[in-house]
């Protein structure tokens, strides 16, 4: 075959395999050519700077070797199809109230389930553009470097926020790739960045996770904090999580790009009413009726445990008596002494901060806390509750 017929063959390729994308659902679609990414010496540097916190999995040889090399994955790769589907980019303030903040992303169904069932599609469909050859999808499924084959397809640039933007969908995007071993049509990147001056996103971020233009410390992060992070929530870090119980959009709401976001066709990753719940309803999920209810979410990612440890620290920000009832009764029953902990330290946040009330109900709610802290800084069986009710204990009968 000339050369001439092989880069038409290449092309047809390429133009029906980006009709099949949009066919699916998909709103954006690029080519990157197999070759080194720059993202990996990026992607090295995070990793010993420590910044992927209790994330080991990150840094094991055999992840680090197949980020840096994907022909590990797929031994004849050639070329690296990139496609981008978009989550809501609005937010309902009253959901809001009612259940905490979650990340827009996570409010509907678990995207790995969205995003699977339309890339094995496109895998099929690749597989039978070419018989006989070979595919593999991901979807922040394997140890790719997504971001950085992103850029390469010419989807977007990363901003200074680590997430990679587009001029036409903003950020409120997924990302999914498609490893093939055949020649197609490679896109031109995003000529600059386009952030400019911009610094909106390192100025919002509520912890100051973003410790420079571009560079993310996962142990300062909401979203690591209330999603990958096993144990308690640093003392220092809670207040800044506000009312977050899964994941953080901070950066992407200040972000000016996202002035120019479409709205999501996909409906399963609209989010769920979850009528009848709450953030103190949640205090009463055991782990078959969490499991359960977030069956098909993301937020099963948490774990039970993580996940009321959020709503506590939730709660305990927004200060509210009406709370007192629920995490008293989590304070003394919950079978995890994580979830005991974390509603230890929201009892004292909210003894120490509720406002000044002649109200009746809510003094006597207020009445009750220091001594059921009391009772568990000497009674509860497990050593790190006891050290958090002893410090809520002397918050909540400090002076006002």
Same mark, same amino acid.
């Given at each position: ?171 409120? #995007? =997924? ?7 055949? +020649? /197609?049509? %490679?896109? $031109? @990147?995003?000529? &600059? ?88 309803? #949640? =205090? ?7 499991? +359960? /209810?977030? %069956?098909? $979410? @993301?937020?099963? &990612? ?99």
């Amino acid at each position: 075959m000339s050369d001439a017929a092989t880069v038409e063959l290449a092309r047809d390729r390429t133009a029906k395999l980006k009709e099949e994308a949009t066919r699916l659902g998909f709103e954006a679609a690029g080519v990157a050519s197999f070759g080194p990414l720059d993202a990996q010496a990026h992607y090295e540097a995070w990793l010993a700077a420590g910044m992927h916190g209790g994330m080991e999995y990150l840094a094991s040889p055999k992840h680090r070797a197949r980020r840096a090399d994907p022909t590990r994955l797929l031994s004849a790769l050639r070329s690296v199809l990139v496609v981008a589907m978009c989550y809501p980019p609005e937010r309902d303030a009253a959901r809001d109230r009612r259940l905490g903040r979650i990340a827009r992303y996570a409010a509907g169904e678990d995207y790995h389930r969205v995003m699977r069932d339309r890339l094995r599609q496109l895998e099929d469909f690749t597989r039978a553009l070419v018989p006989g050859s070979r595919a593999l999808w991901y979807s922040d499924t394997g140890a790719i470097l997504e971001r950085g084959w992103a850029e390469r397809a010419g989807i977007g640039w990363v901003g200074k926020h680590a997430g990679v933007l587009s001029e036409s969908l903003g950020s409120w #995007f =997924l990302l999914g790739e498609v490893l093939i071993d055949y +020649e /197609l049509v %490679e896109d $031109s @990147p995003v000529a &600059r960045e386009r952030c400019g001056t911009c610094t909106r996103c390192l100025e919002a971020c509520p912890t100051g996770a973003i410790v420079a233009p571009h560079r993310v410390d996962a142990r300062r992060c909401i979203s690591y904090l209330t999603i990958e992070h096993r144990g308690a929530i640093p003392l220092d870090m809670r207040a800044a999580i506000g009312d977050w119980v899964f994941g953080c959009d901070v950066c992407q709401e200040v972000c000016p790009w996202n002035r120019f976001a479409p709205p999501a066709a996909e409906a399963r990753l609209h989010a769920r009413s979850l009528e009848g719940w709450s953030l103190t309803k #949640f =205090l009463s999920l055991d782990e078959a009726r969490f499991l +359960e /209810l977030f %069956e098909t $979410s @993301p937020i099963r &990612r948490a774990t039970r445990a993580g996940f009321l440890r959020n709503v506590c620290v939730a709660l305990g920000n927004r200060r509210e008596t009406t709370a007192v009832p629920a995490l008293l009764a989590t304070l003394a029953r919950d079978p995890d002494a994580l979830v005991r902990a974390h509603a230890a330290w929201a009892l004292g946040e909210i003894a120490a901060g509720a406002p000044q009330s002649n109200a009746v109900q809510p003094l006597q709610l207020l009445e009750r806390i220091a001594p059921e802290l009391s009772r568990a800084a000497t009674a509860d069986r497990d050593t790190e509750v006891r050290e958090e009710a002893r410090i809520a204990h002397a918050r909540a009968i400090a002076p006002s």
